[in-house]
């Protein structure tokens, strides 16, 4: 070796040894190690220089597949965390709708059976004012009667007048759509009606005579439809109306009439109490379908199927009404009063309050997710093998 000529085993010694020290110690070392060569101190500390700079003669550690396998689960199990609490509050929201649904049908249903009680009720005490009870005989006898006149005779009697009278202060007291009284073929023997309503005069078939089943209340029962189309032609305005049937009773037990009258329908029976928004109520018959509503093919959506079948029930599982607008309801069979009473809510207004639980949650597994995902790059990059200096 020249002596010009640095000793390179003396320079790889002493910056191994350097290495070792905490960087305090380091220039005492050198000063002592070197004794005074300031060449050979000047090249250990250009090594050290880079050493510190670059960290390339620390051995790095290996490549942890494990560690990569843990961060990858992590993940896993967060995205499986955030779609079970996503489903867990999704089945929680549509459980506690379908619950207040329930309530809301079961109070609507009540109401409803509760108004068309009075209706049948009203029925019963009219059917047993003896005025009424004397106007129907004396039209009974009248009806029967083989006389060529006895239609006209029957439109002209006094009985005739006060009953379109008590009729006339019905319609104008808002009370009723329509009174009458009928023989046992179904025949106006006198009454009056609401405009709109069918027009019949004394001696002509009661329109819905047929549909109430008077042979019932020859027997004794009350009988009420469920609401029908006021019109006469199930169009006009869309009010309905219900009809109910009361035989009168005469002193001697006979039955000289029947007493069909007509009900406004109520249409706040099923409006009562706060709606939720989205939330719809509706009225169907034995058939499925909307009261007063014009026949109409088609299938039907899936609560109307259950009053159809006269079952009660609910379902928080979404169903497409008969819009095809995705809800969940609940539904209740009236069986007296041959109606069905549904309940039903948006499937979106029902998950509209979960949107932005939804979002936040969405937002800090994506976080999550990012911070785990830079960890693995991390990793991967820090376990690159080394390049080897020599000094």
Known sequence: MGPDELDRAAVKRLFLEATGLPPGEREAFLDHACAGDARLAAEVRSLLGFHDSRTLLRPAPPPSPRRRVLALAAVGAL???ALLADAALRRSALQDATSALATRADERAAAVAA????????????????????????LAALATRQEPDALARLRAAPAAGRVADLAAQGVRDGHLDLLALVDRDGRLLAGGSAPGMPAV????????????ALDDAWRGATLVLPPEPRDARGG????LTVYAAAALVAPGGEHPAALVVAFPWDAALLAGGEAAPGEAMRLLDGR?????AAAAGGDLDRAASEIAARRSGSSSAPYADAQGTPVIGAWRWLEAEGVGVVAERRLADVLAPLRSV???????LAGAATYLLLAVWRTARDARPPREVRP
């Open 79 to 81: 995205l499986l965390a």
């Open 358 to 364: 939804q979002a936040a949650l969405l937002l800090l």
């Open 288 to 292: 499925g379908r909307e009261c007063g």
């Open 236 to 239: 006009g305005s869309g009010a």
């Open 115 to 138: 108004w068309m009680d009075a209706c049948a009720a009203n029925v019963r005490a009219r059917a047993a004012d003896p005025a009424l009870i004397d106007a129907a005989q004396e």
């Open 201 to 212: 005069q004394p001696g002509e078939q009661l329109a819905r005579a047929n549909r109430l």
